[in-house]
């Protein structure tokens, strides 16, 4: 969603927003804008539509060494010229780019045009700046922090005044900043992508923060003035992370950095021979996870089918009732949380709108929560009581992949870590262990002959109707084998668990739809030959997702795309794979941008 990048230092300041702003780009924006403070003015230059619309308007001859630029993803306002971001104040001095949504924004208008101020946009935004310039008298800092004081809702905010052009305040209520510290300059971002190109040495800002940044030195306080600490940290991931590396679209290598990605995740956190997970992250409330009575598992999209596998795990390997909530329902519905109630944020960004809101809502009542999260750094992750990382690397492309495969190895390990030490046996942990360490070898084995899933696509992607069918571990990998689909290449498609095929959707099967069943082997394998027959039986194509050595599943399937074989509980880090693969060339071979969807953000930052 929005973007924010700020620069103070000795170089030009326009080069590294661009790039900046270029960096953000993957988060999904319908318009871009850039403020330079400099000679007594502020020069604004902005547009709807792409960076690129944007470079061409400025002028990059104009001495320039502070500054502030941003993605914008309309909320409030079409995405036009002048709702685009930054927004001025009355008297042009004072420019404010924002993230996050105001929710007094009408309240604050009507009040402002009392005073006379003419608002030039329909943005909720223009109401923070109209605000700071209304309070200023020769302290931008403290015109911010008293604009604050009047407003509700989340904000990311970069503020620049013509009359102090070496300073950028910067504040943060529910919506991330990062201050970068590098020689003689600060960069200030919504996202370390924007960042890591000039330094890896951040500080994360806090929820109710301001910053005052100068060239030198920046100075942290809260929304009342009280100095806050600064924590400088290392951020682990590189500049390589974050690029194409001759792939020709981010999903494409995220999806081909699974093996690696899955390793990471493992290393240093599994014994195979003493059946034995080690997480770090999870010591310190080791005694209530074991004692748990229930876990609810909340998340949005790609991570709440992830959790769903997590639902099925917890239950069979730590035998606690667990069940999974989407993130946007949970808070709003008064969920019960009794003593015993442990509830776990699954989120790659960290930063999901309803996954934060959830975790608020758990927090205040009473919960212990825990979060497994992507990003270091992140709202979630700095929210959450404890928690275990999945350490898979940056995710650029809109569509989750390494993400999904990362959350279900994360909560397979939490699974593990919990059972071992409630009914698991050593003997059984280990077994479901040492498959786990096999799976980074698998993926890669599967990926040296991803053929099959082109071929698939090749014949169908002209279709505008598919069904994805599982059972068991594999119902939630069909939901987002139908998620990714849908998503890039704009075909719709239904997950279903295979079994509710008959009460319904069934209608839906014609001459040729493609129907898309995991049949790997398992406890479930015979049921899901019948829903076989019965997709076959109505002229639907399948296309089975099967294990090696399967024979009889060619004799009733269209096409066959084998998976290694694993553990029932693990057959999710496999069969997401090829569903991953499918829709990957299906949005291509339909002409389809693969990581910017219509209409999708990376990160979904409002509710
Ligand atoms: O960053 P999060 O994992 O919290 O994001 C949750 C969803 O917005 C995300 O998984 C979304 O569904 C993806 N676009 C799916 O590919």
């Not at 370390?192 to 100068?214: C, E, F, K, N, P």
């Not at 498959?435 to 599967?446: D, F, G, K, T, Y």
């Not at 090749?458 to 279709?463: K, M, N």
């Not at 990957?584 to 953000?601: Q, T």
């Amino acid at each position: 969603m929005c973007g924010i990048i700020g620069y103070v230092g000795t170089r030009p300041a326009l080069p590294i927003l661009i790039e900046g702003l270029r960096r953000l780009e993957y988060r999904g924006y319908d318009s871009a804008g850039i403020a330079l403070a400099q000679g007594g003015k502020v020069e604004v230059t902005k547009s709807a539509g792409r960076i690129s619309v944007l470079e061409q308007r400025l002028d990059f001859a104009l001495p320039q060494a502070t500054g502030i630029g941003h993605t914008r993803w309309a909320t409030h306002g079409a995405p036009t010229d002048l709702n685009a971001h930054p927004h001025l104040d009355a008297s042009g001095k004072i420019a404010v780019i924002h993230n996050g949504i105001i929710e007094n924004d009408r309240a604050l208008r009507t009040y402002l045009e009392r005073q006379g101020v003419q608002f030039k946009s329909e943005t909720d935004t223009e109401v923070i700046a109209q605000l700071v310039g209304h309070f200023y008298a020769g302290d931008l800092e403290k015109a911010v922090r008293q604009a604050l004081h009047e407003v509700s809702g989340t904000f990311g905010i970069a503020v620049v005044c013509a009359d102090e052009p070496d300073v950028v305040v910067a504040a943060r209520q529910g919506s991330p900043l990062i201050i970068g510290v590098g020689q003689h300059e600060h960069i200030l971002a919504s996202d370390a992508a924007a960042i890591l190109a000039h330094t890896s040495q951040v500080v994360y800002m806090g929820d109710g923060q301001i910053a005052r940044i100068t060239r030198d030195d920046f100075r942290l306080t809260t929304l009342d003035a009280i100095p806050v600490a600064k924590e400088v940290e290392e951020i682990e991931w590189s500049l390589e992370e974050i690029e194409l590396g001759g792939h020709e679209h981010f999903m494409h290598k995220e999806i081909f950095e699974q093996p690696d990605a899955l390793a990471n995740c493992l290393r240093g956190r599994i014994d195979v021979r003493e059946g034995m997970v080690h997480l770090g992250g999870l010591v310190d409330c080791a005694r209530e996870l074991v004692r748990a009575k229930r876990i609810i598992l909340t998340a949005c999209g790609t991570a709440w089918h992830a959790a769903l596998v997590g639902e099925y795990l917890f239950e069979e390997l730590a035998r606690i009732p667990t069940e999974t909530e989407y993130a946007s329902e949970f808070r709003y519905r008064n969920p019960i949380i009794d003593d015993g109630t442990i509830v776990m944020a699954v989120s790659q960004s960290g930063e999901t709108a309803d996954t934060i809101a959830a975790l608020t809502e758990a927090k205040q009542r009473g919960a212990l929560t825990l979060g497994v999260v992507n990003t270091v750094g992140s709202t979630l992750a700095r929210g959450t009581d404890a928690g275990v990382f999945l350490h898979v690397g940056p995710e650029i492309g809109v569509a989750s992949t390494k993400a999904f495969t990362g959350q279900v190895a994360v909560l397979s390990l939490i699974a593990c870590y919990v059972g071992r030490r409630r009914h698991l046996s050593t003997a059984a942990a280990a077994q479901f262990i040492s498959a786990l360490a096999e799976i980074p070898a698998q993926i890669r084995s599967m990926l040296e002959q991803a053929d099959d899933a082109k071929t698939v696509a090749e014949r169908y992607a002209g279709l505008d109707n598919w069904l994805y069918l599982g059972r068991g571990y594999n119902y939630p990998v069909a939901l987002e084998g139908a998620l990714k689909l849908k998503e890039i290449s704009y075909i719709h498609a239904e997950g279903l668990p295979a079994a509710e095929m008959k009460h319904g959707p069934i209608a839906l099967i014609t001459e040729g739809m493609p129907v898309v069943v995991i049949a790997t082997s398992g406890s479930q394998y015979d049921k899901i030959m019948n829903n076989i027959s019965e997709v076959r039986a109505r002229g639907g194509s399948v296309i089975a997702i099967a294990t090696e050595g399967d024979r009889e599943i060619k004799k009733i399937a269209e096409h066959v795309i084998f998976v290694p074989d694993t553990v029932e509980p693990l057959q999710p880090l496999l069969t997401s794979v090829p569903l991953q693969l499918i829709a990957y060339h299906a949005a291509v071979i339909r002409g389809c941008n693969v990581d910017k969807p219509r209409n999708l953000a990376k990160s979904v930052t409002v509710e």
